[in-house]
C-alpha cells in the first residue's frame, strides 16, 4: 500500500499487437511500478527532462521552506539511490516551457555548444517569486539568479535584441505595439 505523499515512477511499455480471430488489434500492457520513491521525498512540483540519454527528475519541492532545487537521475531512484546530483556537465536544463494557454510545459537539454548565453550546470525557468522573469539556479552551489532580460521594448533599430532562450520561454517583448 501506498501513500498520497509517496511518488511511484511508472514504466508503460508501447502496445502489443495480438491475432485475434484473424484480425489484429494492439493492447497496452499494465503499467509496471519501477521505483518508489520515500515518502515525504517530493510533491507534484517536479519535472521529467530527458539529458544525455538519461531521465533526469528535476524536484522544486524544497523552493517554499530553503529557495533549494535538485536534479536526481531516474535510474538511481530506480536502484534506491535518493542522492542529488551536483553536476550535469556542460548541458542546462530548461523547465516548464509553456506555450501561450498549455498547462503542460516542455522540458529540454540544451548544450552549451549550442546555447552560449547559459552556463553549465543550470536549470532555467520562471522565477518563482516574479513569474514573468527568467531565473536561472545554479545546481552545484544552489544559487538563483535572475536572467538578464537584453529585451529592449522601445528598440529604435526594429531588431529583437533578445536571445534564443526569451524567444524559447516567451520572454521577448520586442514588439508588443
Not at 520515500?38 to 544525455?52: K, S
Not at 516551457?97 to 532555467?124: E, F, Q, W, Y
Amino acid at each position: 500500500p501506498t501513500s498520497s505523499v509517496e511518488l511511484q515512477i511508472l514504466q508503460i511499455d508501447p502496445p502489443r499487437s495480438e491475432k485475434i480471430y484473424g484480425s489484429s488489434s494492439s493492447s497496452f500492457p499494465a503499467p509496471k511500478v519501477i521505483a518508489i520513491c520515500p515518502t515525504g521525498m517530493f510533491n507534484a512540483l517536479f519535472e521529467l527532462v530527458e539529458c544525455d540519454s538519461e531521465i533526469l527528475l528535476v524536484d522544486s519541492s524544497d523552493y517554499v521552506l530553503s529557495k533549494r532545487m535538485a536534479v536526481y537521475k531516474i535510474a538511481d531512484l530506480i536502484q534506491g539511490r535518493v542522492t542529488p546530483l551536483t553536476s550535469i556537465g556542460d548541458k542546462a536544463l530548461l523547465v516548464g516551457v509553456r506555450r501561450s494557454g498549455n498547462v503542460i510545459g516542455r522540458n529540454l537539454s540544451v548544450s552549451l555548444k549550442a546555447m552560449p548565453t547559459i552556463a553549465g550546470d543550470m536549470i532555467v525557468c520562471h522565477d518563482p517569486i516574479h513569474e514573468k522573469y527568467l531565473g536561472q539556479y545554479h545546481i552545484g552551489s544552489g544559487t538563483w539568479s535572475l536572467r538578464d532580460m537584453i529585451c529592449d521594448i522601445y528598440s529604435a533599430s526594429g531588431w529583437c535584441t533578445c536571445s534564443l532562450i526569451d524567444h524559447i520561454y516567451g520572454a521577448c517583448h520586442c514588439f508588443i505595439g
